[in-house]
């Protein structure tokens, strides 16, 4: 996993803990704080490996795609094939009648099935927003307003308070 030894398959890492925390973020799909917590490694000790070790870098991004994978099955499988939900009454399972295995219903998930096909067609799922902007924009030096005595006087003013005396006078 921290690199390969040139027949295909992941070498050995050299320090253990590296392999665990590695094999523990797949697991966790891709959760820094689930892989550390599992392996007692603290989230500073990984970061730190980060920088040190370029082939853990590498490793450590392949970890982060492996256990996306893992949450993209997950999403797939709720929003496609259900989830189970079983069902009770006044807090006991209900159960079949007939063969007394308790009772359940599958629930999809829409909206997993909406990201998924967002993410999978982007061009024909994504949030189509237009906006029309229809203005006139007139760019002047701004030296105009300075003739104005109020406007003079106002900056002249807050220029004073603002350094006890007005800088530009």
Same mark, same amino acid.
């Given at each position: 996993?921290? $690199?390969?030894? $040139?027949?295909? @398959?992941?070498?050995?890492? *050299?320090?253990?803990?590296?392999?665990?925390?590695?094999?523990?973020?797949? *697991?966790?799909?891709?959760?820094?704080?689930?892989?550390?917590?599992?392996?007692?490694?603290?989230?500073?000790?990984? #970061?730190?490996? @980060? =920088?040190?070790?370029?082939?853990f870098?590498?490793?450590?991004? *392949?970890?982060?795609?492996? $256990?996306?994978?893992?949450?993209?099955?997950?999403?797939?499988?709720?929003?496609?094939?259900?989830?189970?939900?079983?069902?009770?009454?006044?807090?006991?399972?209900?159960?079949?009648?007939?063969? =007394?295995?308790? #009772? #359940?219903?599958? *629930?999809?998930?829409?909206?997993?099935?909406?990201?998924?096909?967002?993410?999978?067609?982007?061009?024909? #799922?994504?949030?189509?927003?237009?906006?029309?902007?229809?203005?006139?924009?007139?760019?002047?030096?701004?030296?105009d307003?300075? @003739?104005?005595?109020?406007?003079?006087?106002?900056?002249?003013?807050?220029?004073?308070?603002?350094?006890? @005396?007005?800088?530009?006078a």
């Amino acid at each position: 996993m921290a $690199g390969s030894n $040139g027949n295909g @398959r992941p070498t050995k890492p *050299e320090n253990p803990k590296k392999g665990a925390f590695l094999a523990a973020l797949i *697991e966790a799909g891709g959760h820094i704080g689930n892989a550390c917590k599992a392996t007692q490694v603290g989230r500073t000790t990984v #970061y730190d490996w @980060r =920088k040190q070790d370029a082939r853990f870098e590498t490793a450590y991004h *392949e970890a982060m795609d492996l $256990g996306a994978d893992i949450l993209e099955d997950e999403a797939t499988r709720r929003a496609i094939h259900g989830l189970k939900r079983f069902k009770f009454f006044q807090g006991a399972a209900i159960t079949d009648p007939d063969t =007394k295995e308790p #009772y #359940y219903e599958l *629930e999809y998930s829409d909206t997993l099935l909406i990201f998924l096909l967002k993410g999978i067609r982007p061009d024909k #799922y994504r949030e189509r927003i237009s906006h029309k902007v229809d203005a006139k924009v007139t760019v002047t030096d701004g030296m105009d307003l300075l @003739r104005d005595p109020q406007v003079a006087n106002a900056l002249d003013g807050a220029l004073t308070r603002r350094y006890g @005396r007005n800088p530009m006078a």
